[in-house]
């Protein structure tokens, strides 16, 4: 399996090529959106580990040409805290899952391996539809900040909503 990771801060990228390397993952590292997108554009990946803060084109500008371009591989974000805003956007712009900086390492590796595991058709990781937000690995539902609790029965049905949001769904 073989990983893009487009990050601009020099020794955060160092220490993910590291630690993705260790896990018998191949990766490749790129410290801007222009480069990272070249690589895109030349080379094929499984997955992309894309920074929102890029200098140049940013993130979300990346994100949405490789949507555009018709490349199917799964998209993980790293975003800053404060970006809840970001987030939102990002997912709108075709990323599969996310994570805010800073991460544990475990969880980076954990949402890769479901995320390659899925392929590159079976959807995110986390669903939103408004203030509300899903998280299919946590199986963790909150509204704004707020977490709502629902028995097993409710969050699969509330998943299949969200999973086919705007369309009807059959009995
Ligand atoms: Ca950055």
Same mark, same amino acid.
């Given at each position: +399996?073989?990983? @893009? ?13 590291? =630690?993705?390397?260790?896990?018998? &993952? ?11 997108? &070249? +690589? ?12 929102? +803060?890029?200098?140049? /084109? ?11 371009? =018709?490349? #199917? ?8 805290? *404060?970006?809840?805003?970001? #987030? ?8 599969? *899952? &996310?994570?805010? %900086? ?14 390659? #595991? !899925?392929? %590159?058709?079976? =959807? /995110?990781? /986390?669903?939103?539809? $408004?203030? @509300?937000? +899903?998280? !299919? ?5 909150? #509204?704004?900040?707020?977490?709502? $609790? ?14 086919? %949001? ?6």
């Amino acid at each position: +399996m073989r990983i @893009l990771v487009i990050e601009d801060e020099q020794k955060v990228a160092a220490a993910l090529k590291e =630690g993705l390397l260790h896990e018998n &993952y191949e990766v490749d590292l790129a410290f801007s959106g222009e480069e990272g997108f &070249y +690589m895109l554009s030349t080379q094929s990946y499984d997955l992309l580990l894309l920074d929102l +803060m890029l200098p140049g /084109r940013d993130g979300l500008e990346i994100l949405k040409s490789v949507r555009e371009k =018709g490349m #199917r591989f799964p998209v993980l974000v790293l975003t800053a805290r *404060d970006t809840v805003e970001d #987030r939102v956007k990002g997912l709108d712009s075709g990323a599969d *899952d &996310y994570l805010i %900086k800073p991460f544990a390492f475990a969880e980076l590796l954990a949402r890769i391996r479901v995320l390659l #595991r !899925r392929g %590159k058709s079976n =959807g /995110r990781l /986390r669903l939103f539809v $408004s203030d @509300l937000e +899903m998280d !299919r690995i946590t199986r963790k539902v909150k #509204r704004n900040a707020d977490a709502i $609790s629902l028995t097993v029965l409710e969050f699969d049905f509330l998943e299949l909503l969200l999973r086919h %949001k705007g369309q009807i769904v059959s009995r």
